[in-house]
């Protein structure tokens, strides 16, 4: 289905949703922005390409805008809403937050225990232009219907551990910008729940 690929549509069914929300425990909490905006019949999705750095789990990675909680964030939201302004120059306070999606629980070696990740989408003006800083190597606008199309799915191999094999999806004509691991993951919970088709992984 592509006819709920759109934002009025995706802002009814986040209205109408109650996202499940894990508690914290002895894991570390991170939060991440979800920016659409409307172009031509269906939404798009914004997504940042992280700068290759050495040391950083992350590096080069397809993702959301967003980051660690710190203590000085009044709560999840506030910290998505810094990250995007850090990372990419862009206002969330300014743009229309329409609602968030289930929390997740992700891994990564530098926390054993774990980190619960908290997603919150918002729609955008179409012409905004982001300021990118050291951590984003490049911004991407994606159509949501690049998710349902077949020939997209790749093998991906975890870059701490290459035994390790995950589905990912190519996202633009560089071989290297796929969506995979977390962001896969938030993606297909967004499609489901607006009972939209999500690109086959099999």
Do not use: K
């Amino acid at each position: 289905m592509q006819g709920c690929l759109n934002l009025p549509i995706i802002r009814q069914r986040l209205a109408a949703y109650s996202a499940q929300r894990l508690a914290v425990g002895g894991d570390r909490r991170a939060a991440v922005a979800m920016l659409l905006r409307q172009a031509d019949a269906y939404a798009e999705l914004l997504l940042i390409e992280r700068a290759r750095r050495r040391g950083d789990p992350w590096s080069g990675q397809m993702a959301f805008p967003g980051g660690m909680v710190e203590s000085s964030d009044r709560d999840a939201r506030a910290a998505a809403e810094r990250e995007t302004c850090e990372e990419i120059g862009v206002d969330l306070t300014a743009h229309d937050y329409v609602g968030r999606l289930d929390d997740m629980q992700g891994r990564h070696r530098g926390h054993p225990s774990g980190i619960i990740v908290s997603a919150y989408v918002y729609m955008t003006e179409p012409d905004f232009i982001p300021r990118l800083n050291h951590e984003v190597r490049d911004v991407l606008w994606v159509p949501l219907t690049v998710f349902q199309e077949h020939g997209r799915v790749v093998e991906v191999r975890h870059p701490a551990a290459p035994e390790e094999v995950f589905p990912g999806i190519r996202v633009s004509e560089n071989d290297d910008q796929i969506v995979w691991g977390l962001t896969r993951r938030f993606l297909e919970r967004f499609f489901r729940l607006l009972d939209a088709d999500f690109i086959a992984l099999d």
